[in-house]
């Protein structure tokens, strides 16, 4: 079992930055590969950016490219996503999700824990 603790949301101007954090439960993060997604209203949840649980490799949608950074400390059990040059389209909640094994994978469906989300708001 993994329990998954956002933070680091808010209200950010247009250019702005953020840090998202997401702490972790349990021994095994370092077997779980994770990923942030988002949900803005009225709109599925999408993928963002996932690493590996190695933090050797990661993965972006194209929307976020260049401009956020996912990154890991399995020593602490965390996993991060600075968010630069934000723009108000990127409003949303974040959620961070777990994946024990295997690649970075887009899909909701095939994350098996979610943490509850962390509100972000850019402002234009």
């Known amino acids: 079992q993994v329990q998954l603790v956002e933070s680091g949301g808010g209200l950010v101007q247009a250019g702005g930055s953020l840090r998202l954090s997401c702490a972790a439960s349990g021994r095994t993060f370092s077997s779980y590969a994770m990923a942030w997604f988002r949900q803005a209203p009225g709109k599925e949840r999408e993928f963002v950016a996932g690493i590996s649980w190695s933090g050797g490799s990661t993965y972006y949608a194209d929307s976020v490219k260049g401009r956020f950074t996912i990154s890991r400390d399995n020593a602490k059990n965390t996993v991060y996503l600075q968010m630069n040059s934000l723009k108000p389209e990127d409003t949303a909640v974040y959620y961070c999700?777990?994946?024990?094994?295997?690649?970075?994978?887009?899909?909701?469906?095939?994350?098996?824990?979610w943490g509850q989300g962390t509100q972000v708001t850019v402002s234009s």
């Open positions: 999700a777990a994946v024990r094994g295997g690649p970075i994978t887009t899909i909701v469906g095939e994350y098996d824990y």
